[in-house]
């Protein structure tokens, strides 16, 4: 009878910690849904100038693109329109050192006033994005082209503000600064123009 006990007990050990590692494993183990939408943006983003970039700062939005070309190209502006939003108010901070040459309180000037207007070309291009959802045909083209035209501006907007340290005369921290700001929000501007003609093209 002891015997007879001692083995059901240990069977029910064994039956608890193979239910456990089955959930355990479960827990773990992505969804088909998940793993597809993971799939999209990844070979969505082989297209792209920065492919490392665009899955990188997009994969934490998979639930929420899933597998839809035109909230992919949405989500790119709007973290695209963020960067360059949090590169504004790094470029203002930068504006108030006081050791600043003449020249470099004038690039950054000049800087200032291209990325506040990348900042509002993103912008519109995120809502006139939004608004062409439900067109077709020649309005959903007219939409698109809006978006394409001011987010290929925006891209310029970033190239000019860096082009205005351009020269040995700027060699220095604060150039490199800027530089590498303006830098990373053009990487997320170029995929994010990619990903909105992808969409134009597939719809």
């Not at 029910?12 to 999209?40: G, H």
């Not at 959903?140 to 040995?168: I, P, Q, R």
Request: hydrophobic letters at 35%; proline letters at 2%.
């Amino acid at each position: 009878m002891a015997s007879r006990t001692a083995s059901s007990y240990v069977l029910l050990l064994v039956s608890v910690f193979y239910i456990s590692a089955v959930l355990v494993t479960a827990a773990n183990k992505p969804t088909t849904a998940a793993a597809s939408d993971s799939s999209f943006i990844k070979t969505s983003c082989t297209s792209t100038t920065y492919p490392a970039i665009c899955v990188r700062s997009l994969s934490a939005y998979a639930s929420n693109i899933k597998q839809s070309p035109r909230q992919l190209a949405l989500t790119a502006l709007s973290v695209s329109q963020t960067r360059a939003e949090s590169c504004k108010s790094f470029v203002v901070k930068l504006g108030k050192f006081k050791n600043l040459k003449s020249r470099e309180r004038k690039a950054i000037k000049d800087c200032l006033d291209e990325v506040s207007d990348t900042v509002d070309r993103l912008s519109k291009s995120v809502k006139e994005l939004k608004q062409s959802g439900q067109s077709k045909g020649p309005d959903f083209e007219w939409h698109m082209s809006n978006v394409e035209t001011w987010v290929s501006a925006a891209l310029t907007d970033e190239n000019t503000c860096s082009d205005g340290f351009a020269g040995k005369t700027f060699d220095g921290k604060v150039k490199a600064s800027v530089r590498a700001q303006i830098v990373s929000v053009a990487q997320y501007i170029s995929n994010a123009l990619s990903l909105v003609n992808q969409y134009a093209e597939k719809h």
